[in-house]
């Protein structure tokens, strides 16, 4: 890091340290999509993320929790809108880990967005939005809930 002059605009900044016991973990877990590592912009009121063809590129630009989860199956919800038309390609929604396997599920405004995921391990949990730039996403929560199924299959 080296100083000198200019300006830099910032959204905000969270600074959050807690225990993270896998022991302890009670589901469904729910995150505000703010905790999630994030382009766009965030609503301090209710939390959520804004994605906007604007102002932010194609490409995944929102992506976590990266924290330990027991090894299992999970859904994991994505709760967002869109001003966009019912019926509207927003960007997919999947994991890039090796110990986390599921299918590349579509979001799509109007639409449910839930992914059934096998993880093998207890590693590290993600899931990677990729915004394709079609219209605003606003993500406001993601919900992990573990289910009991031995082979995870997408349904639509």
């Known amino acids: 890091v080296r100083t000198g002059t200019g300006s830099c605009g910032i959204d905000a900044i969270m600074l959050a340290g807690t225990e993270w016991d896998l022991d302890k973990l009670h589901f469904p877990v729910e995150f505000p999509a703010y905790s999630f590592f994030h382009a766009g912009r965030t609503d301090l009121k209710d939390g959520s993320v804004i994605l906007s063809p604007s102002s932010e590129p194609a490409d995944i630009i929102f992506y976590g929790p990266k924290l330990p989860f027991p090894t299992g199956n999970y859904e994991c919800e994505i709760v967002f809108s869109s001003d966009s038309p019912e019926g509207t390609l927003l960007g997919t929604v999947y994991s890039r880990y090796p110990s986390t396997k599921c299918p590349i599920i579509p979001i799509i405004s109007g639409k449910e967005c839930k992914l059934r995921m096998e993880h093998a391990n207890d590693m590290r ?13 606003r993500i406001r929560k993601i919900i992990f809930s573990k289910i009991n199924e031995s082979k995870v299959t997408n349904k639509k």
């Open 125 to 137: 949990l993600a899931v990677d939005v990729y915004y394709n730039r079609s219209g605003t996403l």
